[in-house]
T-cell receptor, first 110, second 108 residues
């Protein structure tokens, strides 16, 4: 089936650790996005990529890093520099203006 | 700052009634508008998009766009308890801008 796969669904991290969230899509979309959602809040853009080997910062990129080595993959690393990383992370891909989301990864910092 | 605004709710309607969800946007460069439904703890799912002024209907859902007033709405007819969710409005110009969402509660 075509879709967007995020892993892991749930992740616990100790303070000071980097963690990487995986996002893979088989929809042949050029554009991929990472959003963060906090309880009761809307979606905030972390990073996006419109083509392989190129990506741009979104509104809240500090403390995060990404790579786009393949069209299908757009992993997000939450670094120890991110002060408040506990959140729901959503990966999305799209073309012609439509955006489709993965199931999300819930990160909790202990 | 490009913004999309929504009333956070909760908006409560009785089962079978029409639910009306509203959204305003600040970026006149936005070309397309999207409504996503998000159940608690789940990811958003696309339910409607609209890019021309006027109405667009899909089953029980009608999206309305008024570019002059920078206003987008979503009507849900014959509301069901399963429609209870948060509805996110998003505009797309150079990139997507999401509103904070309106929480809808349909009471049996």
């Amino acid at each position: 089936d075509g879709g967007i796969t995020q892993s892991p669904k749930y992740l616990f991290r100790k303070e000071g650790q980097n963690v990487t969230l995986s996002c893979e899509q088989n929809l042949n979309h050029d554009a991929m996005y990472w959003y963060r959602q906090d309880p009761g809040q809307g979606l905030r853009l972390i990073y996006y990529s419109q083509i392989v080997n190129d990506f741009q910062k979104g509104d809240i990129a500090e403390g995060y890093s990404v790579s786009r080595e393949k069209k299908e993959s757009f992993p997000l690393t939450v670094t120890s520099a991110q002060k408040n990383p506990t959140a729901f992370y959503l990966c999305a891909s799209g073309h012609t203006g439509e955006l489709f989301f993965g199931e999300g990864s819930r990160l909790t910092v202990l | 700052q490009k913004e999309v605004e929504q009333n956070s709710g909760p908006l409560s309607v009785p089962e079978g009634a029409i639910a009306s969800l509203n959204c305003t946007y600040s970026d006149r460069g936005s070309q397309s508008f999207f409504w996503y439904r998000q159940y608690s703890g789940k990811s958003p799912e696309l339910i409607m998009f609209i890019y021309s002024n006027g109405d667009k209907e899909d089953g029980r859902f009608t999206a309305q766009l008024n570019k002059a007033s920078q206003y987008v709405s979503l009507l849900i007819r014959d509301s069901q308890p399963s429609d209870s969710a948060t509805y996110l409005c998003a505009g797309y110009g150079q990139n997507f801008v999401f509103g904070p969402g309106t929480r809808l509660s349909v009471l049996p």
